[in-house]
């Protein structure tokens, strides 16, 4: 047993492993069930063997996580979960549910069979549950169309969503009522015919909102963010051709905004209202050099997209800048010009490459950064930026 290895171990005799239960066993319930809540389900399940005090601990855990990685075949994988799915006390709400079939877990003979069919009826009742069981927090990742994902809209215990390489099905807005915090990862929209895309008008209570690594289609001219009592908003990792059109513009209408993130993705035409709130904002904007070549003009352009961008959340007064962007507008000092693009900044963070000492801000970016902000009293902080694309999850 991988969980229980010091018990089982060799190494360990008779009375040693009979003084470890006895200490085991005499915790109480709670205790136990917070233990096997760090465990995946299977490992947890497992620990029923050990003794007689965990043997049915595991089916009142309020955490499940799901993990198709340790099973070789599918079937094996489906027989899993719909026995744990039964199994569980129907008196006790799942808080938790980490559900990941993400891996090949397919035998020859699966193989043949079309995966759209073969996933759907364990889907299903995956999401049923979570539905019925009073589920807050899910994190579910399945690189395929989830045709019961609006089965999900209708959870009214869900408070926290992650999403990952899930596609969603054709003009679905992701009318998620209840929930307060969303983070898609990889996932990928589908539009018939061309225009608008404004999946998240019916999040009436989303305060937190992460895009990142996303597929719009290229025939999107407008993607709108328009929930209502959006807090912090996360952009990332989207890049022109790969994840978007670049001409598509990014419409944001929600006011409320205290944190804005654009970090790792290629400058994009922003419409953005009057922030009053905004507080925090960090922009690691990169110029996609490769789609425009010499085109001195189409660079300007997408340089002018930046600049409008900073100018519309210039109210912050936390401010981070990556190197590459302000190297970006040293390249178009003309583009910047008053009023000053921040003008309540007090502490400016940058993101440089290496270290501190091989970075400096030159004067007249300096100049059009903090000519409008009411005190000189700032600071700048120098980052080193993170090495790699380490993914940013949910706390859940």
């Known amino acids: 047993m991988a969980t229980m290895g010091l018990i089982e171990s060799p190494e360990v005799g008779k009375a040693e492993r009979m003084m470890m239960e006895d200490k085991l066993t005499s915790l109480p319930d709670e205790i136990l069930q917070h233990i096997l809540s760090f465990l995946d389900t299977k490992m947890a399940v497992q620990t029923s ?77 995956v999401i049923d549950h979570v539905v019925d069981h009073g589920v807050q927090h899910l994190s579910f990742h399945f690189p395929r169309i989830v045709d019961e994902l609006p089965r999900l809209f209708y959870c009214q215990s869900l408070k926290t969503l992650e999403l990952l ?69 996360t952009i990332s990792r989207m890049e022109h051709v790969r994840n978007l059109n670049p001409h598509c513009k990014i419409v944001l209408t929600s006011t409320k905004i205290a944190s804005f993130k654009f970090v790792e993705s290629h400058i994009l035409e922003f419409s953005i209202p009057a922030l009053p709130f905004i507080e925090s904002v960090d922009v690691d904007a990169v110029l996609a050099d490769y789609l425009f070549g010499n085109e001195g003009l189409a660079k300007r352009k997408f340089v002018s997209h930046l600049i409008e961008m900073l100018r519309a959340i210039g109210g912050a007064e936390i401010v981070g800048l990556s190197f590459e962007t302000l190297t970006m507008l040293s390249k178009f000092p003309d583009v910047l010009r008053c009023p000053s693009l921040f003008s309540r900044m007090k502490v400016l963070k940058v993101k440089v490459p290496h270290g501190p000492s091989s970075f400096t801000i030159p004067d007249k970016i300096i100049t059009s950064l903090f000519s409008g902000s009411p005190t000189k009293d700032f600071k700048v902080e120098h980052l080193k930026k993170q090495q790699g694309r380490a993914q940013e999850r949910l706390n859940i």
């Open 165 to 233: 390489e899930i596609i969603i099905p054709p003009n679905t807005n992701l009318d998620f009522h209840t929930l307060t915090s969303l983070h898609l990862v990889k996932c990928s929209f589908i539009l018939d015919g061309e225009g608008t895309l404004d999946p998240f008008q019916c999040c009436f209570n989303l305060k937190n909102l992460v895009i990142s690594d996303c597929r719009i289609p290229s025939r999107v001219k407008s993607f709108e963010i328009s929930a209502p009592q959006l807090t912090n908003l």
């Open 49 to 125: 063997v050990v003794c007689k005090r965990l043997r049915y601990l595991w089916v009142s855990l309020p955490v499940l996580s799901i993990d198709s990685e340790s099973f070789r075949y599918y079937s094996s994988f489906s027989d899993f979960v719909l026995s744990v799915l039964s199994r569980k006390d129907a008196s006790s709400n799942i808080c938790k549910f980490w559900f990941d079939i993400s891996n090949p877990i397919y035998s020859s003979i699966q193989m043949c069979i079309d995966s759209h069919d073969l996933f759907e009826p364990l889907v299903k009742r």
